[in-house]
């Protein structure tokens, strides 16, 4: 009865059933929603520009009203008819798919990556092909490996930067060396404010045709305001984002008061980002202590976003830990097989977590292992 664009019908993983099973108050490592992590926001003030945007009158402009995509625009230091706002990132990528590919071509993107790129394309009816990212010192990418991967259908090349969960940014030799493919670039830079080491500049090409992303759900906190934005560079610009007002005329998805009160949410943000920033600072620089007294683990480089990776010994399956982990000590963790890591021995943490169950699961982990 239904298409095949989704496992509409997929079996509920173990995870989620031991989860559901433990007895008692779980610990979970794994929170990302900045609304549920214990930060102090200003309501009041988040408040009343909103209440003041309610009052606005609907106007439908497919590329966003021109305030919003002024304000971006500045935040961005481009030109506001480069910018297009859309409800989420995840229009804006299935925007982008319509707009590159035809149902049956591909997309290259790195692995290990965020399990949505997958379901996003499914439902385009398009595949992602995957590059790895090799860890020398640092996630690095291989041009070469990229290279291997091109075919006939190949109609763009995804990066996530910094990726989710490495946490390493496209360096600037690697953004070259991607545009010189000729290939049109997707750049999620949602996480790109939030650097925790050596960053790296915004993929923003004149060379090639480039869709930088970003939006309010990590930028400033707000996931539940549903807005974001792409920012097309490079030749062929102009042709695209006529494309793209084609496309986003059918949905008009982003509501109205959000738009309206963009250029002060804008203004509020930095206050929210510094305090996502210290959180997970701080959380960082205590995993690397208590990591530090276990011999056998190993906290990988970060440079930015709100991820970390632990290495641990390949004694079980990673599965096996995180159920482990659940059944046994109440701790939740991501385990490296959700993010396509290549082998087993490597766990995910969320550096959002509140401290005091972020600090008391680290030691959990490092109880439970030895």
């Known amino acids: 009865m239904f298409s095949k664009r989704a496992p509409w019908n997929a079996a509920v993983n173990r995870l989620t059933i031991a989860r559901q099973a433990y007895r008692g108050t779980l610990l979970d490592l794994t929170n990302s929603n900045p609304t549920k992590a214990g930060l102090s926001y200003p309501f009041d003030e988040l408040a009343e520009v909103m209440g003041r945007a309610a009052r606005s009158t609907y106007d439908p402009q497919p590329l966003g009203i021109a ?12 030109d506001a008819d480069d910018v297009v706002i859309t409800a989420s990132t995840s229009e804006a990528y299935s925007f982008l798919f319509k707009l590159l590919c035809d149902p049956g071509d591909a997309v290259l993107t790195a692995k290990p990556s965020y399990p949505l790129l997958e379901h996003l ?21 291989d041009p070469g490996r990229i290279h291997g991967l ?47 080491g050596d960053g790296a500049p915004s993929f923003v090409r004149d060379d090639v045709l480039t869709f930088t992303l970003g939006g309010l759900s990590k930028s400033a906190g707000l996931p539940h305001y549903k807005l974001g934005w792409i ?9 695209a984002i006529g494309a793209l007002e084609l496309i986003a005329d059918n949905f008009l998805s982003v509501a109205t008061p959000v ?35 276990d011999p056998a683990a190993t906290v990988l480089p970060v440079e930015g976003g709100w991820s970390a990776i632990i290495r641990v010994p390949r004694i079980e399956s990673d599965e096996a830990l995180a159920l482990r982990l659940i059944e046994e000590h109440g701790v939740v963790v991501h385990p490296g097989y959700f993010f396509d890591f290549d082998a087993d021995g490597y766990i995910v943490v969320s550096l959002l977590t509140e401290p005091e169950i972020f600090n008391e699961g680290i030691a959990r982990i490092i109880a439970a292992r030895s």
């Open 259 to 293: 738009q309206v009160a963009l250029p002060e949410l804008l203004k509020i943000a930095p206050a929210i980002r510094e305090a996502i920033q210290k959180r997970t600072s701080a959380n960082l620089a205590t995993l690397q202590t208590i990591i530090a007294n």
């Open 150 to 196: 091109l075919t006939d259908r190949t109609r763009a090349v995804l990066v996530v930067n910094p990726n989710n969960p490495t946490g390493s940014y496209v360096s600037t030799i690697e953004q070259g060396a991607i545009a010189r493919f000729g290939l049109p670039v997707i750049s999620d830079e949602v996480f790109h404010p939030f650097a925790l």
């Open 121 to 141: 394309a499914g439902l385009e009816l398009i595949g992602l092909h995957y590059f790895p990212l090799e860890f020398h010192k640092r996630w690095e990418i």
């Open 67 to 78: 305030s919003a995509r002024e304000a971006v625009a500045r935040e961005l230091s481009c």
């Open 231 to 239: 920012r097309v560079s490079g030749p062929g610009k102009s042709d």
